[in-house]
């Protein structure tokens, strides 16, 4: 059955043709018109219901989706959204959402480029990231943010770093500020001291204790003050206590042992 109207020829038309059923071609539609869309009823091609192509399209302009279904990543269909693949999705330039970017199997970044700065890097947020899992770093992490932490404030995620768990270091950890906890300070090293620049705690400076000192070891001072029973200063010598001292065992002096009160 050829149809009601056969021609060997061409078929010119003037003004609009209309069909009931569909129109075939076994050598394509080419239109001349250059009318740009601008709304789903504009253009040089039409059409009330949807467009099903079994091949490549390539599109000279942009694409513009008025369709406004959300996509759900944990959908039991993978078809939500207004733009739905089976395939990847390529991208020459940039890919701007005005909502989230979510996916199932994770977010692949082959750009390699390093950051100096917050504004820099493969990965660029103006906002915060949350992190439900770990966050694996091969390089560096550097925070800008100079907010104070206070010991005991009332709010426990004061400061520039926060964490609701502990903090482990395979490496030194250094601050410029001080090293302050709530809870106590517990090193496992067992690195014996010989020296005061050796130990498990060392300090270039002095160490200021509010409260009692315990030594399952000794305690040697290296310092050679010479202590004066009729200083002016109560403090000389090596050694000094505003209380008494008190010893188990014998009291062994290299020097004088002198006492201004008997």
């Not at 000192?213 to 200083?231: C, L, P």
Request: with cysteine.
């Amino acid at each position: 059955d050829r149809g009601s109207i056969t021609t060997e020829g061409g078929v010119m038309v003037e003004k609009d043709i209309y069909s009931n059923g569909i129109i075939h071609s076994t050598q394509g539609m080419r239109v001349y018109s250059q009318t740009d869309s601008n709304w789903p009823t504009s253009g040089s091609i039409t059409t009330e219901g949807g467009l099903g192509v079994n091949k490549h399209i390539y599109c000279g302009g942009g694409i513009e989706v008025t369709y406004t279904e959300q996509a759900n990543v944990y959908s039991t269909s993978s078809s939500s959204g207004s733009i739905h693949t089976k395939g990847g999705i390529g991208a020459d330039k940039d890919i701007v959402s005005g909502g989230y970017m979510k996916t199932r199997t994770g977010i692949h970044v082959y750009a390699n480029t390093d950051s100096g700065h917050y504004s820099q890097g493969s990965i660029v947020t103006e906002g915060g990231m949350g992190v439900k899992g770990h966050l694996y770093n091969q390089g560096g992490i550097e925070v800008t943010n100079t907010q104070q932490a206070y010991l005991y404030s009332t709010s426990s995620s004061a400061g520039s770093i926060h964490s609701d768990g502990g903090i482990a270091s395979d490496k030194d950890i250094v601050a410029s500020g001080n090293l302050k906890t709530a809870s106590g300070l517990q090193v496992t090293s067992s690195t014996e001291s010989s020296w005061y620049n050796q130990g498990s705690i060392t300090t270039n400076g002095g160490i200021g204790v509010a409260k009692h000192i315990y030594s399952n070891g000794g305690i040697e001072v290296t310092n050679t003050d010479q202590a004066y029973v009729y200083s002016t200063s109560s403090s000389t010598g090596s050694i000094h206590t505003a209380g008494g001292i008190g010893a188990n065992r014998d009291i062994g002096a290299g020097g004088y042992f002198r006492t201004a009160s008997g």
